[in-house]
């Protein structure tokens, strides 16, 4: 299996023809916190939610997530 980072793909989709891409990260924080038990509380994970949204498109944050999403437009 390749892995690639987003800047390698984001490199290929514009000599692709695909110049604009918007880089997302994924799971930024959930996987970094060792403790599942408390994720699965309601009041916990609505704020780990509000805090993964709140940083998915900004630096540094979106570089050390565990995924990544790529969004491009020609």
Do not use: N, W
Not at 19 to 30: A, K, L, T
Request: with cysteine; net charge negative.
């Amino acid at each position: 299996m390749t892995l690639y980072t987003a800047e390698e793909i984001v490199r290929h989709l514009a000599d692709l023809g695909c110049p604009s891409v918007s880089h997302y990260g994924i799971r930024g924080f959930c996987d970094y916190i060792p403790d599942d038990e408390r994720k699965h509380a309601p009041e916990f994970y609505a704020e780990l939610e509000r805090l993964e949204l709140a940083v998915t498109d900004r630096a540094p944050y979106k570089h050390i997530a565990r995924l990544f999403q790529l969004i491009g437009t020609s």
